[in-house]
C-alpha cells in the first residue's frame, strides 16, 4: 500500500501525543534501549518496556491474521544482502532513537510541542526509504510479532533486533558527543574532555543532518526503489 508509511508513522505520532507524559511512549525497545543509555530510565522498568512491547507486538499482529488471514512478515528485498537490510535498519533507527532523545528528553527541548509530528514522521521517512530493502521494521516488537504469527516466516528475525538495536546504541553515544551539557561528570578530566568535545557537536550534527538527507534522497529517488 503506497501510504502504508504515512498510516504507520501517523500511529505512532498519535500515541506519542497520547501516552507521553505517562509512560514516556517508547513503544519500541530499541528506544527503550536508548533512553536507558540516556540515563531516563532505570534497568528495572526498561525491561518491563521491552516484555510488554514484545507481547503487544505478538498480540496485534496474532488479531490481525485472524481478522484478515493474512500477516506479513517484513521480508528482505530479494536483490538485497541481509547485511545491507541490518545496515538500513541500523541506520533508521539511528535515526529515530536519536531524534526522540534530541526532541523528548534533552532539558532544551522540554515542553515542546511538536515531538509527536518528529518522531511520528522520522518513521515515516524510513518506511518510505527502506521499505523495499529490509522491509523496515524499526522495530524489534514490531519485527517479532509479525514473525511470531507468521506461517512463512524466513528465519530472518534475528535482522530486525541486531540493526534497530545497533543504532540505538549509536544513537545514544552520539547524542551524549552532541548534548555534553546533559551530562555532569565527577572526574575533572571527563569534565574537560566532555566540555571539548561540545565544540565539534554544532559539526556532528550538521554531518548527520546532511547523511540522512542525502541518503534519504538516494533511497526515493537517485536509485529509483519507488
Same mark, same amino acid.
Given at each position: 500500500?503506497?501510504?502504508? &508509511?504515512?498510516?504507520?508513522?501517523?500511529?505512532?505520532?498519535?500515541?506519542?501525543?497520547?501516552?507521553?507524559?505517562?509512560?514516556?511512549?517508547?513503544? +519500541?525497545? !530499541?528506544?527503550?534501549?536508548?533512553?536507558?543509555?540516556? *540515563?531516563?530510565?532505570?534497568?528495572?522498568?526498561? %525491561?518491563?518496556?521491552?516484555?510488554?512491547?514484545?507481547?503487544?507486538?505478538?498480540? !496485534?499482529?496474532?488479531?490481525?491474521?485472524?481478522?484478515?488471514?493474512?500477516? &506479513?512478515?517484513? =521480508?528482505?528485498?530479494?536483490?538485497?544482502?541481509?547485511?545491507?537490510?541490518?545496515?538500513?535498519?541500523?541506520?533508521?533507527?539511528? %535515526?529515530?532513537?536519536?531524534?526522540?532523545? +534530541?526532541?523528548?528528553?534533552?532539558?532544551?527541548?522540554?515542553? +515542546?510541542?511538536?515531538?509527536?509530528?518528529?518522531?511520528?514522521?522520522?518513521? =515515516?521517512?524510513? !518506511?518510505?526509504?527502506?521499505? *523495499?530493502?529490509?522491509?523496515?521494521?524499526?522495530?524489534?516488537?514490531?519485527?517479532?510479532?509479525?514473525?511470531?504469527?507468521?506461517?512463512?516466516?524466513?528465519?530472518?528475525?534475528?535482522?530486525?533486533?541486531?540493526? &534497530?538495536?545497533?543504532?540505538?546504541?549509536?544513537?545514544?553515544?552520539?547524542?551524549?558527543?552532541?548534548?555534553?551539557?546533559?551530562? %555532569?561528570?565527577?572526574?575533572?578530566?571527563?569534565?574537560?574532555?566532555?566540555? !571539548?568535545?561540545?565544540?565539534?557537536? &554544532?559539526?556532528?550534527?550538521?554531518?548527520? *543532518?546532511?547523511?540522512?538527507?542525502?541518503?534519504?534522497?538516494?533511497?526515493?529517488?537517485?536509485?529509483?526503489?519507488?
Amino acid at each position: 500500500h503506497s501510504l502504508a &508509511p504515512l498510516a504507520i508513522g501517523s500511529v505512532l505520532m498519535v500515541f506519542v501525543f497520547a501516552g507521553g507524559h505517562v509512560s514516556g511512549a517508547h513503544y +519500541n525497545p !530499541a528506544v527503550t534501549l536508548g533512553v536507558f543509555l540516556r *540515563g531516563r530510565i532505570e534497568s528495572r522498568p526498561a %525491561a518491563v518496556y521491552v516484555i510488554v512491547q514484545v507481547v503487544a507486538g505478538i498480540i !496485534a499482529a496474532a488479531i490481525s491474521k485472524a481478522v484478515t488471514g493474512v500477516t &506479513p512478515a517484513p =521480508t528482505i528485498g530479494t536483490t538485497f544482502t541481509d547485511g545491507g537490510a541490518v545496515l538500513m535498519e541500523m541506520f533508521y533507527t539511528f %535515526a529515530l532513537v536519536f531524534v526522540v532523545l +534530541n526532541v523528548a528528553t534533552e532539558h532544551s527541548t522540554d515542553g +515542546n510541542s511538536y515531538f509527536g509530528l518528529a518522531i511520528g514522521f522520522t518513521v =515515516t521517512v524510513g !518506511a518510505w526509504s527502506i521499505g *523495499g530493502i529490509s522491509g523496515c521494521a524499526m522495530n524489534p516488537a514490531v519485527g517479532t510479532g509479525l514473525y511470531m504469527s507468521s506461517a512463512t516466516s524466513a528465519g530472518k528475525l534475528w535482522v530486525y533486533w541486531v540493526g &534497530p538495536m545497533l543504532g540505538s546504541v549509536l544513537a545514544a553515544l552520539v547524542f551524549r558527543f552532541t548534548s555534553g551539557e546533559e551530562y %555532569a561528570y565527577k572526574s575533572a578530566t571527563l569534565q574537560k574532555v566532555n566540555t !571539548a568535545m561540545l565544540k565539534f557537536a &554544532p559539526y556532528v550534527m550538521e554531518f548527520i *543532518g546532511t547523511f540522512f538527507l542525502v541518503l534519504t534522497v538516494a533511497l526515493n529517488v537517485g536509485y529509483g526503489l519507488h
